[in-house]
């Protein structure tokens, strides 16, 4: 089974935090990073996915 390791850009935070996964992200997906839930905004793959070429940028959930 294929693994896929992320930076994750949260917003306000320096550094992006390294998540991995099974499979592809995708935009509008929910993920869990940090121990909160994010909708990830945009999705980022280099031509060659070394470590730092799999971005994904998220933002904050909308609240009802």
């Known amino acids: 089974m294929a693994a896929y390791t992320w930076s994750v850009f949260t917003p306000g935070a320096?550094?992006?935090k390294s998540i991995e996964t099974d499979y592809l992200l995708a935009d509008g997906e929910e993920i869990q990073v940090g121990g909160r839930i994010w909708i990830v905004?945009?999705?980022?793959?280099?031509?060659?996915?070394?470590?730092?070429?799999?971005?994904?940028?998220?933002?904050?959930?909308?609240?009802?």
Do not use: K, N, Q, S
């Open 41 to 64: 905004e945009r999705v980022e793959i280099a031509d060659d996915p070394a470590p730092g070429g799999m971005r994904a940028y998220v933002v904050a959930p909308t609240e009802p």
């Open 14 to 16: 320096d550094l992006p």
